[in-house]
């Protein structure tokens, strides 16, 4: 059940911030335009990537060298360092969302939200490669419960975001709660780095 839990709390720590595809999802719960469409297809593709990321860790767990899990070891702390100075470099700017703008047909808003998804490239550093590489040494169970943590996460996520952003949108577009909810995703991402630093120099 921890790892339940505690892919659950990384998975929203990575997805939850402020990004192109985070926004689309805002501006069209807004304007009420195929919310529940996009919500799905943000959700699945997150869940895909979720478990691709673990199991395809686990496929090469045979290759891994301690070499090799020293080298992952020492990108993954380099991606939270540089995931955590984004946050801090974001906190310092002003955040603010785009106009909305009009509203889409049921194949616009199918391929634009594919698009904001599968064309991003953070999608595949959050998820494939960070969850991936950091459940690489658990076992096969907690790696099942930690990409369900991550999935759920996902999945609660994108449906509150896309539902929840016409009564909250006066929320959603202020510049204090988004530093608010950086600063907790620093603090957290800072403990897993914490972490991440007692497995390479123990």
Known sequence: ?????????TGMSLIFAIGAQNIFVIEQGLKKNFIFLVCLICAISDVLLIFLGIFLFH?????????IEIVLNVLLLLFLLHF?????RINRTNIKLKKLGKNYNFFEIFYRTVGFTFLNPHVYSDTVFFLGNFSKNFLMEQKFLFGIGASVS???FFFSLGYLSKYLSNYLKSEKVWKLINMIIIIFMSLL??????IIFK
């Open 1 to 9: 059940m921890n790892f339940l839990i505690f892919g659950f709390f």
């Open 59 to 67: 496929f090469f767990d045979n290759f891994f060298t301690p070499q």
């Open 154 to 156: 996902s999945i609660i």
């Open 84 to 88: 955590i100075w984004e946050k801090v």
């Open 193 to 198: 780095t914490f972490y991440l630093l007692t």
